[in-house]
């Protein structure tokens, strides 16, 4: 082992151990960011839920490309609610998100299950499929709402 890997192993660990705040320039961004990307994943969700609950006639390839969107999206918020990030911008996520880390987490990987499962219901072509998956993965955003974010 050359002498140098220990210290490159350390610079490793230490980036790795940045916290999520460093990815934005400011807390503001990062708060505008994870709203964004959660305002977008309303809006494609919303549109395969129109069809889910009948207030839009159902197109498979409408569902499977709203469906390929919502599984990109449901990735981004989290790396957004790092420490320092709690307070400002009109944000409604509650001190738990920060107290309450590992159930934090836990709910947001949840939803990216859910809606991993939504995805591949959504390429069955089937209505039905395509809302059991919705109820699920709407239950699953509902859930973190409840205990992460303000009314
Ligand atoms: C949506 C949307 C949410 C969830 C949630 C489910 O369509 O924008 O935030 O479903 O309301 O209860």
Same mark, same amino acid.
């Given at each position: 082992?050359?002498?140098?890997?220990?210290?490159?192993?350390?610079?490793?660990?230490?980036?790795?151990?940045?916290?999520?705040?460093?990815?934005?320039?400011?807390?503001?961004?990062?708060?505008?960011?994870?709203?964004?990307?959660?305002?977008?994943?309303?809006?494609?969700?919303?549109?395969?839920?129109?069809?889910?609950?009948?207030?839009?006639?159902?197109?498979?390839? /409408? !569902? $499977?490309?709203?469906? =390929?969107? #919502? @599984?990109? &999206?449901?990735?981004?918020?989290?790396?957004?609610?790092?420490?320092?990030?709690?307070?400002?911008?009109?944000?409604?996520?509650?001190?738990?998100?920060?107290?309450?880390?590992?159930?934090?987490?836990? /709910? !947001? $990987?949840?939803?990216? =299950?859910? #809606? @991993?499962? &939504?995805?591949?219901?959504?390429?069955?072509?089937?209505?039905?499929?395509?809302?059991?998956?919705?109820?699920?993965?709407?239950?699953?955003?509902?859930?973190?709402?409840?205990?992460?974010?303000?009314?």
């Amino acid at each position: 082992m050359k002498k140098t890997t220990p210290f490159v192993l350390a610079a490793l660990l230490a980036a790795a151990a940045l916290p999520a705040a460093a990815q934005f320039q400011k807390a503001e961004d990062a708060i505008e960011y994870r709203q964004g990307a959660l305002f977008m994943l309303g809006q494609h969700f919303g549109r395969i839920g129109a069809m889910a609950n009948g207030r839009a006639p159902f197109d498979a390839k /409408a !569902a $499977t490309d709203n469906a =390929e969107v #919502v @599984a990109s &999206l449901s990735k981004l918020p989290w790396a957004a609610f790092g420490e320092g990030t709690e307070k400002g911008h009109n944000t409604k996520a509650k001190p738990e998100v920060w107290k309450e880390q590992d159930k934090f987490k836990a /709910a !947001a $990987t949840k939803m990216q =299950e859910e #809606v @991993a499962k &939504l995805n591949t219901a959504a390429r069955t072509g089937s209505l039905d499929q395509l809302k059991a998956a919705f109820g699920s993965t709407a239950q699953s955003c509902k859930a973190c709402h409840d205990d992460f974010r303000a009314k």
